[in-house]
């Protein structure tokens, strides 16, 4: 992860000019004595000390506590919806690209690059105390940000007619050093790191909004205006939409676009109606949002603001709403 750089970290700068000053004259004499391009394998160090200062630098406990934990099942749709899984991909473009135009060795290049972001993984689960997370949603975006300048460098090397074509020891060599790379960090994994489940948020999409927008006014009426519309997936692999408006929030299920849970304006004076009122708009709120449910139950006490408590059970569902003798719904639960 590289949640140091979203946060301005004040050390990143000073350890980043520390690694560039190590890997930059390392670069310059490695390109002397092999006679590669000196300007693509110094832009290469530099672009290796960004990374390393990224994702390595010690920002105060974080991952599993004291335990080494990785999240697991982050599919990339849900990385790249993020901010930070963005600047993952943005991260190992120019590590692709440069090696590639230093070295020419597109196949042998991707092989390092997958085992450097694996490698930075597993590290951030076995060292809590450098605030990281290990996560393998950010391994994938850390490929594809690594295919990515892998091909802009082959492109680059096309248009500067180097040589790219792969031999036959570097196709035999690259699966070797995947391998190398590989074992050790999937024993690591299997005996040292246990499995988390993936959480977090994320920007809601065009269609994810969309839904929002038109759940706002079938809930609160034409004119409810959303203020914001999260993509959340919490710690069970449930998957949901924060929405928010100007004066309530709900969330849905995504994708079935169910209502879990909302929280309704407040009502002002005391409202006028009756039970039977209430009821009726009960009955309404089932149809729409408890599609099979029975007659609602009257639950025994009031609600929030003197409303009355509606309950439902749907198979293994329960869900209760506080209604206003007016018809109002100012709190829905479910679980």
């Not at 960090?185 to 909004?209: C, Y």
């Not at 205006?225 to 939409?241: A, C, F, H, I």
């Not at 969330?251 to 009821?279: E, F, I, K, Y």
Request: aromatic share 6%.
């Amino acid at each position: 992860m590289i949640s140091a750089v979203l946060h301005r970290s004040a050390g990143l700068v000073p350890t980043f000019l520390v690694l560039a000053l190590l890997l930059g004259p390392a670069a310059l004499l490695l390109a002397r004595s092999r006679e590669l391009p000196r300007r693509s394998l110094l832009l290469l160090a530099l672009a290796l000390a960004g990374e390393l200062t990224a994702t390595l630098f010690p920002t105060g406990r974080g991952g599993g506590g004291p335990h080494a934990i990785c999240a697991l099942g982050s599919d990339l749709d849900f990385t790249l919806a993020r901010e930070e899984g963005r600047l993952n991909v943005l991260m190992y473009v120019p590590l692709g690209l440069f090696a590639v135009l230093a070295l020419g060795r597109p196949v042998l290049v991707g092989a390092a690059l997958i085992g450097l972001t694996a490698a930075t993984e597993t590290a951030q689960a076995l060292l809590p105390d450098v605030g990281r997370a290990c996560d393998l949603g950010d391994l994938q975006a850390n490929s594809l940000g690594a295919l990515l300048g892998i091909a802009l460098g082959c492109l680059g090397r096309l248009l500067l007619r180097r040589r790219l074509r792969p031999g036959r020891r570097e196709l035999t060599a690259a699966p070797v050093l995947l391998a190398a790379l590989a074992v050790p960090v999937v024993l690591l994994h299997l005996f040292a790191i246990g499995p988390a489940p993936v959480s977090g948020t994320a920007d809601a999409t065009a269609e994810q909004r969309e839904l929002a927008a038109k759940d706002a006014e079938s809930l609160f009426g034409p004119g409810a205006k959303v203020l914001r519309t999260q993509y959340s997936r919490d710690g069970y692999g449930n998957d949901r939409l924060i929405v928010t408006t100007e004066d309530s929030s709900f969330d849905l299920d995504w994708p079935t676009g169910r209502l879990v849970g909302l929280v309704g304006p407040p009502p002002g004076p005391a409202a006028l109606g009756s039970l039977q009122q209430a009821r009726a708009a009960a009955d309404r709120f089932a149809a729409r949002w408890l599609p099979g449910a029975p007659a609602p139950e009257l639950a025994e006490g009031a609600g929030q603001y003197g409303s009355h408590r509606f309950t439902w059970t749907v198979g293994s569902t329960v869900g209760s709403a506080d209604i206003t003798a007016d018809g109002r719904v100012v709190l829905f639960q479910s679980r």
